[in-house]
Antibody
């Protein structure tokens, strides 16, 4: 059974940093691209970052470019999201999502999400 | 960036109704279009990928059609568990973008 378990969320002050982790199990992690998608309270979904299978190629939304970094450790079956210079508008539930097995640009499994709150 | 526009933003329907949601892309996305269902407090769930392919385990009352810029999700006979918010997502280019969502509510 595919499982994605995010951790690391919490309350942080504006300008602060936080690192989220997403531990994967139930599939061959190194064979799939991964993404982070966020959802501000009461709002829609926003894709923010993606990383290819080997970790050598990353993609960013303009809203987080230069502040957030995605990385992965295939030996630990984990993808990370390093968030720096956090702003109030980064407050959201952050989901990690696995690339689909066939249509690899879509997401077939999602974690349960971890809440990040940026507030003084 | 490719903008995705869903309509309607919300729809009230009864159990057994046929519900159609449309998604329009600001530029062509080929067939790289997915539909997700999200219930309150839960992660999104993939329903349709590549515009018209039904994800494994998803009931056949869900169907998708379209290519290029115009796409449709249809629920042929609405069931109580289908009341949720639905999002389209393009994957033709980065950044991946989602529609604003369509909330399906009980009439």
């Amino acid at each position: 059974e595919v499982q994605l378990l995010e951790s690391g969320g919490g309350l942080v002050q504006p300008g602060g940093s936080l690192r989220l982790s997403c531990a994967a199990s139930g599939f061959t992690f190194r064979a799939y691209a991964m993404s982070w998608v966020r959802q501000a309270p009461g709002k829609g979904l926003e894709w923010v970052l993606g990383i290819n299978e080997g970790g050598g190629t990353t993609y960013y939304a303009d809203s987080v470019k230069g502040r957030f970094t995605i990385s992965r450790d295939n030996s630990k079956n984990t993808v990370y999201l390093q968030m720096n210079s956090l702003r109030a508008e980064d407050t959201a539930v952050y989901y990690c999502a696995k690339a689909h097995g066939i249509a690899t640009r879509h997401f077939d499994y999602w974690g349960q999400g971890t809440l990040v709150t940026v507030s003084p | 960036d490719i903008q995705m526009t869903q309509s309607p933003s919300s729809v009230s329907a009864s159990v057994g109704d046929r519900v159609t949601i449309t998604c329009r892309a600001s530029q062509g996305v080929s067939s790289w279009l997915a539909w997700y269902q999200q219930k309150p407090g839960k992660a999104p769930k993939l329903l349709i990928y590549a515009a018209s392919s039904l994800q494994s385990g998803v009931p056949s009352r869900f169907s998708g059609i379209g290519s290029g810029t115009d796409f449709t999700l249809t629920i042929s006979s609405l069931q109580p568990e289908d009341f949720a918010t639905y999002y389209c997502q393009q994957a033709n280019s980065f950044p991946r973008t989602f529609g604003q969502g369509t909330k399906v509510e009980i009439k």
